[in-house]
Protein backbone atom coordinates (compact mmCIF):
# COMPACT_ATOMS: atom_id res chain seq x y z
CA UNK A 1 0.00 0.00 0.00
CA UNK A 2 2.67 2.35 0.68
CA UNK A 3 6.16 2.47 -0.56
CA UNK A 4 9.37 4.15 1.11
CA UNK A 5 12.78 4.94 0.25
CA UNK A 6 15.03 6.94 1.94
CA UNK A 7 17.82 9.03 0.85
CA UNK A 8 20.58 11.59 2.20
CA UNK A 9 22.82 9.10 4.13
CA UNK A 10 27.00 9.27 3.78
CA UNK A 11 29.96 9.52 5.52
CA UNK A 12 30.16 12.97 7.59
CA UNK A 13 32.82 13.91 10.45
CA UNK A 14 31.79 14.39 14.23
CA UNK A 15 29.95 17.51 14.74
CA UNK A 16 28.93 17.83 11.24
CA UNK A 17 25.10 17.66 10.10
CA UNK A 18 23.39 15.79 7.42
CA UNK A 19 19.97 15.69 6.27
CA UNK A 20 18.11 12.09 5.26
CA UNK A 21 14.87 12.54 3.12
CA UNK A 22 12.32 9.58 2.78
CA UNK A 23 9.98 9.72 0.08
CA UNK A 24 6.55 7.87 -0.16
CA UNK A 25 4.22 6.87 -2.69
CA UNK A 26 1.14 4.62 -3.31
CA UNK A 27 -1.47 5.00 -1.10
CA UNK A 28 0.19 8.14 0.96
CA UNK A 29 -2.90 10.00 1.91
CA UNK A 30 -3.72 6.95 4.48
CA UNK A 31 -0.41 7.74 6.13
CA UNK A 32 -0.79 8.72 9.64
CA UNK A 33 2.58 9.35 12.17
CA UNK A 34 6.20 8.92 10.05
CA UNK A 35 9.03 7.89 12.00
CA UNK A 36 12.59 7.34 11.66
CA UNK A 37 14.51 4.29 13.52
CA UNK A 38 17.93 3.17 13.32
CA UNK A 39 19.91 0.08 13.57
CA UNK A 40 23.63 0.83 14.57
CA UNK A 41 25.79 -2.54 14.20
CA UNK A 42 25.57 -5.06 17.79
CA UNK A 43 22.62 -3.12 18.23
CA UNK A 44 18.87 -3.56 18.65
CA UNK A 45 16.72 -0.91 16.53
CA UNK A 46 15.73 1.97 18.21
CA UNK A 47 13.38 5.33 17.28
CA UNK A 48 14.99 8.03 16.52
CA UNK A 49 12.30 10.42 15.90
CA UNK A 50 8.47 10.21 15.28
CA UNK A 51 5.69 13.00 13.86
CA UNK A 52 1.87 13.32 13.57
CA UNK A 53 0.38 13.59 10.47
CA UNK A 54 -0.52 17.46 10.68
CA UNK A 55 3.41 17.86 11.80
CA UNK A 56 1.84 19.18 15.07
CA UNK A 57 3.47 16.72 17.45
CA UNK A 58 6.95 15.27 17.58
CA UNK A 59 8.68 12.58 19.41
CA UNK A 60 12.38 12.58 19.92
CA UNK A 61 14.86 10.16 21.32
CA UNK A 62 16.90 10.66 24.88
CA UNK A 63 20.07 10.23 22.42
CA UNK A 64 18.88 12.58 19.85
CA UNK A 65 16.88 15.25 21.47
CA UNK A 66 18.37 18.67 20.79
CA UNK A 67 19.90 17.55 17.89
CA UNK A 68 17.73 16.60 15.56
CA UNK A 69 14.75 17.61 13.51
CA UNK A 70 11.84 15.67 12.18
CA UNK A 71 9.14 17.35 9.71
CA UNK A 72 7.75 16.29 6.75
CA UNK A 73 5.97 17.95 3.73
CA UNK A 74 2.59 16.32 2.96
CA UNK A 75 2.75 17.67 -0.66
CA UNK A 76 5.81 16.45 -1.55
CA UNK A 77 4.96 13.33 0.49
CA UNK A 78 8.40 13.13 2.06
CA UNK A 79 9.67 12.73 5.77
CA UNK A 80 12.95 14.73 6.51
CA UNK A 81 15.50 14.34 9.57
CA UNK A 82 18.17 17.27 9.76
CA UNK A 83 20.80 15.32 11.95
CA UNK A 84 23.22 18.37 13.52
CA UNK A 85 25.96 17.88 16.37
CA UNK A 86 26.48 14.36 14.70
CA UNK A 87 28.25 12.07 17.26
CA UNK A 88 29.92 8.94 16.31
CA UNK A 89 27.75 7.24 18.10
CA UNK A 90 25.10 8.44 15.56
CA UNK A 91 26.23 5.85 13.00
CA UNK A 92 23.76 3.29 11.85
CA UNK A 93 21.84 2.32 9.36
CA UNK A 94 18.34 4.54 9.54
CA UNK A 95 15.31 3.43 8.38
CA UNK A 96 11.92 5.29 7.65
CA UNK A 97 8.92 3.60 8.39
CA UNK A 98 4.97 4.53 7.76
CA UNK A 99 1.93 3.98 10.38
CA UNK A 100 -1.78 3.80 8.80
CA UNK A 101 -3.76 3.22 11.98
CA UNK A 102 -3.21 6.29 13.73
CA UNK A 103 -3.44 5.30 17.56
CA UNK A 104 -2.49 2.45 18.89
CA UNK A 105 0.64 3.37 16.60
CA UNK A 106 1.60 0.39 13.89
CA UNK A 107 5.03 0.68 11.85
CA UNK A 108 3.63 -1.44 8.92
CA UNK A 109 5.33 -0.32 5.87
CA UNK A 110 9.21 0.88 6.05
CA UNK A 111 11.80 2.16 3.95
CA UNK A 112 15.33 -0.01 2.91
CA UNK A 113 17.73 2.25 5.05
CA UNK A 114 20.40 4.24 4.26
CA UNK A 115 23.78 4.12 5.73
CA UNK A 116 24.86 6.62 8.41
CA UNK A 117 28.47 7.42 9.17
CA UNK A 118 30.13 9.61 11.55
CA UNK A 119 34.02 9.52 12.04
CA UNK A 120 35.44 11.03 14.85
Known amino acids: QVQLVESGGGLVQAGGSLRLSCAAS????????LAWFRQAPGKERAVVAAISRSGSVTYYGDSVKERFIISRDNAKNTVYLQMNSLKPEDTAVYYC?????????????WGPGTQVTVSS
Open 26 to 33: GRTSSIYT
Open 97 to 109: ASDLSGSPIKYEY
